[in-house]
């Protein structure tokens, strides 16, 4: 099944972004403002997704990205994945922050 795809240089300022990644790699650096629920968490946490709107999924590199977009548009979101993931958002030079206050980092 082809999911729908952008590019992370194709991203405006207001995007909804949801990270799927686990809590390590979210903990080490994320973009600001986006939503975090692990991909093991998805089907459980349905309720804290906005229903309204795009909403675009990253994780590392696309590919549980890309698992949560389709489970997301079969349920009703407009999902899109975002390629390359947060590898490829912190090689276009894409804001990063950690929580911890610690360097961010994608890992």
Do not use: Y
């Amino acid at each position: 099944m082809q999911v729908p795809t952008a590019d992370v240089t194709e991203l405006g300022a207001d995007v909804k972004l949801l990270d799927v990644r686990e809590h390590d790699e979210w903990n080490a650096g994320h973009a600001p403002g986006a939503l975090h629920i692990p991909l093991g968490e998805l089907a459980e946490r349905l309720a804290d997704l906005p229903e309204d709107g795009e909403l675009h999924v990253v994780c590392r590199m696309g590919g549980r990205s890309a698992r949560a977009v389709a489970f997301l548009n079969q349920n009703g979101w407009d999902a899109i994945n975002v390629a390359g993931g947060m590898q490829r958002w912190q090689a276009v030079g894409k804001p990063l922050v950690a929580d911890s206050g610690a360097e961010p980092e994608v890992i």
